[in-house]
């Protein structure tokens, strides 16, 4: 770049630093850069979706046996890709980031994440494609602040910033995706990044609108439940229940995971060993139950339109349980959100089997709700997130049984990140 114009830059940089003058409104330039991120985010999440979506369709058409040897290729080359170009991280390496690195996200590793979570995420993996999207537009909302010298709180709040508009992207739920980016970074019973919502609000409307025009998402729910009718305060009663059943599987849920996590690490593998591995595994447990294969976003409709014998679905949550620990714990790379979902979705039916008295919807939505918010710790957000994708309009059940699973949840955080620093 030429004298002249470096000159240029910094004189428009000087600018933007300065306050928008003679504004009696609320209005500043810090808004130009959340909607020029959340526009950013809704464009990454627009483009990685419809890749996801055409890769999805070419690696389905393996079926039955065939899906053990192409589960374990895709394994393999996520493990290569992940070897050569770099370690992307997981989940608790973003937490760690924004609470004890400035909130900074590392963008040179966006590659090797990206590649290796289509692989992983298209080929059937139990891990969804929402911690990919959250880390990139993360990293985007970094470095667009370090484009424009922000430092400090203001940094940390447009990474977190970016972080909503991927997820949001995903979720179609601006609110629900906001409050989640806050809240997965949390420790203790405080949201501590408080500052930060309005900026991810903003980011997240105008992510969510680009997305839904690139990929023509529409407005309503997502999961196809039957309507709920309010039957009176027993329900919330209902709501506890079914969600500390849930909690009790999400337990159960953690500690198979660090299992697997000691059963990988007992002897030191190269990464694409152990995605190997790890797609053999997942294979063989998609071939006899096809419906634990991929992260659950269009098997949890199955799931509810076909009357499956009981016998069966639990089956699914058993193995949909250790498809999930086998992928989080072997390299696979992806987010757990929507797989819980669908976890607390076959937990749901199982109980309404046992129970048929119980409210069905409700039964569903208290065991996704607790089962989320046991491992995640996010009960804000889960409640809004279901009742965004389910179109359950009653809050306070769902609202119930997440805070039933958050207070239920281990002393120990499934993200040990989430802890304070010591």
């Not at 990919?132 to 424009?148: A, E, I, R």
């Not at 806050?182 to 900026?199: G, N, S």
């Not at 060993?273 to 992260?295: C, D, E």
């Amino acid at each position: 770049m030429k004298i002249k114009q470096k000159r240029k830059l910094v004189a428009y940089l000087d600018t933007l630093d300065q306050p928008v003058r003679y504004n009696p409104f609320v209005f500043s330039r810090n808004f130009i850069l959340w909607a020029v991120l959340g526009l950013l985010g809704g464009v990454i999440a627009g483009v990685y979706w419809i890749v996801l979506e055409a890769l999805m369709h070419k690696i389905a058409v393996f079926d039955g046996w065939h899906v053990i040897p192409v589960m374990a290729i895709c394994g393999l080359l996520a493990g290569l890709i992940i070897h050569f170009i770099g370690d992307p991280g997981e989940i608790h390496l973003i937490v760690n980031n924004i609470r004890f690195n400035k909130g900074k996200l590392d963008p040179k590793n966006n590659p090797s994440m990206i590649l290796s979570s289509l692989l992983c995420v298209a080929s059937g993996g139990s891990l969804g494609p929402e911690a990919p999207l959250v880390q990139v537009t993360g990293s985007t909302g970094t470095w667009l602040g370090k484009m424009f010298r922000l430092k400090g709180e203001e940094l940390r709040s447009l990474s977190i910033a970016g972080m909503a508009s991927g997820f949001t992207a995903l979720f179609g739920a601006p609110l629900g995706g906001s409050l989640f980016a806050l809240e997965i970074l949390h420790h203790k019973h405080a949201v501590e990044y408080y500052k930060a919502i309005i900026p991810a609000l903003v980011a997240s409307s105008f992510s969510y609108v680009i997305f839904a025009i690139i990929i023509h998402l529409g407005l309503g729910a997502v999961w196809d439940l039957s309507t709920y009718e309010y039957s009176g305060v027993f329900d919330f009663g209902y709501a506890v229940l079914f969600a500390i059943t849930a909690t009790v599987v999400g337990w159960g849920f953690i500690y198979c995971t660090k299992f697997f996590k000691r059963l990988f690490e007992y002897r030191p593998m190269p990464i694409y060993v152990k995605t190997l591995v790890g797609g053999l595994l997942l294979g063989a447990i998609a071939y006899y139950f096809p419906l634990t294969r991929y992260f659950g976003h269009h098997q949890i409709n199955a799931l509810l339109v076909e009357e499956l014998p009981v016998k069966l679905l639990l089956a699914i949550l058993v193995f949909k349980i250790l498809a999930i620990a086998i992928t989080v714990t072997s390299g696979w790379r992806g987010g757990f959100i929507i797989p819980l979902f669908f976890v607390g979705a076959t937990l749901g039916l199982i109980i309404h089997y046992y129970f048929p008295e119980t409210p069905l919807t409700l039964t569903i939505i208290s065991c996704m709700a607790g089962i989320n918010a046991c491992v995640t710790r996010t009960p804000m957000s889960t409640t809004i997130l279901l009742a965004t994708l389910t179109g359950f309009s009653y809050f306070i059940p769902i609202l119930f049984a997440s805070l039933t699973g958050y207070f239920l949840a281990p002393k120990v955080p499934f993200i040990s990140s989430q802890m304070e620093k010591k």
